[in-house]
């Protein structure tokens, strides 16, 4: 929990947290984010890190849980294990955000002391379904200076029972939590230090990408910018996916035989990449667009065992499931692409989301869809039971309007990334709604104005691979536009300039190995034929 001020001893606890916050929108003086920096609000007079000095603190539904002075490099929180070092003092409040009568969304606002802080914030978002706070994102913007948040989403457990006949507590987790706490956070913010931050970031991937999509699509004034990287916001159909891939690989009612282990889904991969790395012009290890790989070039089926099994083959049920997760679920009836299949050469990482005896994400089905502990997912229906659950849980957690026409015309930037190599979250999901707004903003020109989709070769889910996937200069206080995420969204927001020239890396043991431009979609990084292929210079974006 910190240190707290030592003057906060003497006041009863009861009195301290009496206070209360409000998560009604606006408020906060961030009710325009396209008109620059936002004055002082007259009178305002910044506060103390004590909680007596907030006690008179009035913002409806919400309230103060503690606050507490943190000195330099010494926050240690006792749920995470993520690298806080390099800290600055900063004062660091808690509190409950309830939107609803049901509602409990607990979170975290920290704000650097002093001139540490560059009147700026970040909030941050999660992962799955998990309550913990992002803290290892926390630091990260709260290094270059940002004031951050972190939420746990509204729930407090790691399991999915939270939301047995709680379609507010799933509303939160799926849609609301960012937005509740963002309200009251910058409202927190300008009590604390006299002053409305003069703008505000997302950050956020997997879930967190999820997040700045239900940001962007619904809340559309709270940020100037956000940061979502390999977005699950497809959420109902992501699911579908995790049970397709379940029952793809293994025979019918049969929860423990597995066609494809882990073994032989690297196998794929290496074969994959031995046929298609060379494609861009550089060997590197790395299938730069797996679109390119197609079936003249490697074929899955070329692997099959002319035999019995054995280690360099697959058998004919290896190859079937392979085809299957390649392909993405269908409708049996209707033949419609329910999620789209996955880029050749994330198949090593498919086993992570293939479920030991049952699906990944059972329990979206069992207790929030069909509310039955006794739920067999071999009975599942991915006609008739597709269309009830989009009925029934679409509507509370899946972001995928096209519509952001109300976000771009408060100025706000989306800058959205996603690892070619990811097997969590397709990216041609991504590609898929780049296409889909598109076509909503009617021209490429258009589009460029507030979005940018990154497509990061051999990038997993959020983060590592084989390629230059690192984005973030993660302990600089101040990084390089061009190399640095949080920086070139900054640098969009405030300058106009937009992430075209960005340089991703890829590190080892603390030292850059190699760079690569990181192009905006639908362009690619071309090599220019001669010079060091690990030098981001000898390529351009075509």
């Known amino acids: 929990m910190g240190h707290p001020h030592p003057a906060s001893a003497a006041w009863p606890l009861a009195l301290i947290l009496a206070a209360s916050l409000a998560a009604c929108g606006g408020g906060g003086g961030d009710d325009d984010d396209t008109a620059g920096p936002r004055p002082e609000p007259p009178g305002s007079v910044a506060r103390a890190c004590q909680a007596e000095d907030f006690a008179d603190v009035q913002i409806a539904g919400a309230r103060i849980t503690g606050v507490s ?48 802080w560059n009147g700026k914030l970040v909030a941050t978002g999660n992962g799955g379904y998990s309550p913990a706070l992002s803290y290892g994102d926390m630091a990260y913007a709260m290094r270059q200076g940002y004031a951050v948040l972190g939420g746990d989403t509204g729930h407090q457990t790691e399991d999915m029972l939270w939301g047995v006949n709680n379609p507010e507590k799933i509303i939160d987790w799926g ?24 703008r505000a970031y997302f950050l956020g991937c997997s879930t967190g990408g999820h997040q700045g999509f239900a940001e962007a699509q619904r809340y559309p004034e709270d940020f100037d910018g956000i940061i979502a990287g390999a977005p699950g916001n497809n959420r109902t159909a992501l699911n579908i996916e995790f049970m397709w891939r379940f029952r793809s690989n293994r025979p019918t009612n049969d929860n423990l035989t597995q066609f494809l282990t882990p073994a032989k889904l690297r196998l794929i991969t290496d074969r994959a990449v031995a046929a298609c790395d060379a494609l861009d012009g550089v060997t590197d290890g790395v299938i730069d667009d797996p679109r390119a790989c197609t079936a003249d070039k490697f074929d899955v089926a070329s692997l099959q065992c002319t035999g019995g099994d054995a280690a360099d083959c697959l058998t004919a049920d290896q190859l079937a499931a392979a085809r299957n997760i390649y392909q993405g679920p269908r409708n049996p009836r209707t033949n419609a692409q329910l999620y789209p299949g996955w880029p050749v050469g994330s198949e090593s990482g498919w086993s992570g989301y293939m479920g030991s005896t049952e699906p990944v994400r059972a329990d979206f089905w069992r207790y929030w869809v069909f509310d039955d502990p006794q739920w067999n997912w071999w009975t599942f229906d991915f006609d008739r039971d597709v269309s009830y659950a989009y009925a029934k849980i679409a509507p509370l957690v899946d972001q995928t309007s096209a519509d952001l026409s109300a976000f771009k015309a408060a100025g706000g930037k989306l800058m959205i990334y996603h690892g070619w190599s990811d097997p969590v979250v397709s990216a041609y999901d991504s590609i898929g709604y780049y296409d889909r707004v598109l076509a909503a903003q009617g021209s490429r020109t258009a589009l460029d104005e507030f979005y940018r989709l990154f497509l990061v070769p051999g990038m997993g889910h959020c983060s590592g691979g084989p390629g ?75």
């Open 69 to 116: 002075s943190i000195p330099a490099g010494t926050y240690r929180p006792a749920d995470s294990r993520q690298d806080l070092d390099g800290l600055p003092a900063f004062c660091r409040i808690d509190a409950v955000a309830t939107p609803t009568a049901s509602s409990q969304i607990n979170f975290q606002l920290w704000v650097p002391e002093g001139a540490a």
């Open 175 to 198: 849609t609301r939590s960012i937005n509740a706490i963002t309200t009251s956070g910058k409202q927190l913010l300008t009590e604390l230090r006299g002053t409305a931050a003069s």
């Open 468 to 542: 230059a996937t690192s984005l973030r200069a993660e302990g600089d206080a101040a990084p390089d536009p061009s190399r640095d995420l949080l920086a070139a969204m900054d640098r969009w927001v405030e300058q106009g300039t937009p992430p075209d020239d960005f340089v991703a890396a890829r590190m080892a043991a603390g030292s850059v190995q190699r760079t690569r431009p990181l192009c905006p979609y639908p362009t690619q990084a071309v090599y220019g034929g001669s010079g060091d292929p690990n030098d981001a210079a000898n390529y351009a974006c075509r």
